[in-house]
């Protein structure tokens, strides 16, 4: 199994200004990946984070607007830019060793006003 | 491309009565199947998972799901509801990739 652990665990943010939020593994992992829950329904997909190169983002999501970091197997981060009330969510991280399990972050809670 | 159909998003039951959530998928390939719990302000939990073999999967706290190829369904089901299962359940499949694909999510509701 795999513990994964996120910072911050929420913040409230003014419009326009960008967050970055850090998802430490405690065990090397194959893939990272970042999704968005918005109030109320289910997980988006965002990106796959790749380890040493860009991130591979899913359709409706952009570079510039969620760029995405991987420096290690067991580090990522994902950084919220130019934000506005839209962008209010749950952001959650996962990791695998296999294709047949994912481990989830405790998610980090947003709100921009 | 795969999807996932929850049936139902609230669901209420008395603490000790059968629960069930529904959950139907469409893949193009054999799936991967996942049942995941989210309690409230936490992250997603594993509960149990489909890969091959045995199509009758146990998981944690009492659940299991059976998958059914021929319904293209893997519902949950736990026989004696507790209080402490009152959460949000999501149905997820994969295509045997890494990519889940999630459903819209069921909450349980379990009542004294």
């Known amino acids: 199994s795999a513990v994964i652990s996120q910072k911050p665990s929420r913040d409230i943010c003014q419009r326009g200004t960008s967050l970055t939020i850090q998802c430490q593994v405690d065990s090397q992992v194959t893939m990272m990946f970042w999704y968005r829950q918005q109030p109320g329904q289910s997980l988006t997909l965002i990106a796959t984070?790749?380890?040493?190169?860009?991130?591979?983002?899913e359709s409706g999501f952009v570079i510039d607007k969620f760029p995405i970091s991987r420096p290690n197997l067991t580090f990522s981060t994902l950084t919220v830019s130019n934000m506005s009330p839209e962008d209010s969510s749950i952001y959650l991280c996962s990791g695998t060793h296999s294709t047949d399990t994912q481990y989830f972050g405790p998610g980090t809670r947003l709100t921009v006003l | 491309a795969q999807s996932v159909t929850q049936l139902g998003s609230h669901v209420s039951v008395s603490e000790g009565a059968l629960v069930l959530l529904r959950c139907n998928y469409s893949s193009s390939v054999p799936p991967y199947l996942f049942w995941y719990v989210q309690y409230p302000n936490q992250g997603l939990q594993l509960l149990l998972k489909?890969?091959?073999?045995?199509?009758l999967v146990k998981g944690i706290n009492g659940f299991e799901a059976e998958f059914k190829k021929s319904e293209t369904s893997f519902h949950l089901t736990k026989p004696s509801a507790h209080m402490s299962d009152a959460a949000e359940y999501f149905c997820a499949v994969s295509d045997r990739s890494d990519k889940l694909i999630f459903g819209t999510g069921t909450r349980l509701q379990v009542f004294p």
């Open positions: 489909y890969t091959t073999g045995a199509t």
């Open positions: 984070a790749n380890q040493g190169s860009e991130a591979t983002y």
